[in-house]
């Protein structure tokens, strides 16, 4: 199984603020990434696919990039709304790991 | 619009079997072409269970393959789990979730909003 590992497991940041959350994998994935955005008690949704795509739909304040094991998940400017727990996802192979998750919360 | 939604029992004895549904509206089942299950126990982080495609190709997390069986009815735009042998531990969220079928990145693009099953006795 390919290991998807997100650091930090959780930071504290101000709105306004610039965040970065970054996933590491155990073994090259190309661009098979994709970034999830999951508030409590709601179902995850997608905030980037292909390491480096927005989802429709998608504040253009979220970007990714990355490719082979490094991969980042920036947030230009916090909005409160983004207060949340990220999730990386691989779609190289199976199983389709995620990482453990990256919770933002409010400084 | 696309939805999803998951039904099924919210409490399963130990050794029984989870059943779970998903009935797929706003889009053929067809239409994409893999069909996926995510479990979150409380508090926890995302796992991935397995993925079906419209024609009954299979992929599985190997911690769980042994336990579990997808299945696709097109006549009724569903698709369903089932996971024998529970235990406490299978205790979660469960999502069904549509994979965008035209991306090579395979991601989910629509989640069901999820169902809690117990494990108790």
């Known amino acids: 199984d390919i290991q998807m590992t997100q650091s930090p497991s959780s930071l504290s940041a101000s709105v306004g603020d610039r965040v970065t959350i970054t996933c590491r994998a155990s073994q090259s994935i190309s661009s098979y990434l994709n970034w999830y955005q999951q508030k409590p008690g709601k179902a995850p949704k997608l905030l980037i696919y292909g390491a480096s795509s927005l989802q429709s739909g998608v504040p253009s304040g979220f970007s990714g990039s990355g490719s082979g094991t490094d991969f980042t998940l920036t947030i230009s400017s916090l909005q409160p709304e983004d207060f949340a727990t990220y999730y990386c996802q691989q779609s190289y192979s199976t199983p389709r790991t995620f990482g453990q998750g990256t919770k933002v919360e409010i400084k | 619009q696309v939805q999803l939604q998951e039904s099924g029992p919210g409490l399963v004895k130990p050794s029984g079997t989870l059943s779970l549904t998903c009935v797929v509206s706003g889009v053929s089942i067809y239409s994409s072409n893999w069909w996926s299950w995510v479990r979150q126990p409380p508090g926890k982080g995302l796992e991935w269970i397995g993925e079906?495609?419209?024609?009954?190709?299979?992929n599985f997390n190997p911690s769980l393959k042994s336990r579990v069986t997808l299945s696709v009815d097109t006549s009724k735009n569903q698709f369903s789990l089932n996971l024998r042998s529970v235990t406490a531990a299978d205790t979660a969220m469960y999502y069904c979730?549509?994979?965008?079928?035209?991306?090579?990145?395979?991601?989910?693009?629509?989640w069901g909003q999820g169902t809690l099953v117990t494990v108790s006795s």
């Open positions: 979730a549509k994979i965008r079928g035209d991306i090579a990145a395979r991601p989910v693009d629509y």
């Open positions: 079906i495609s419209h024609s009954g190709d299979t």
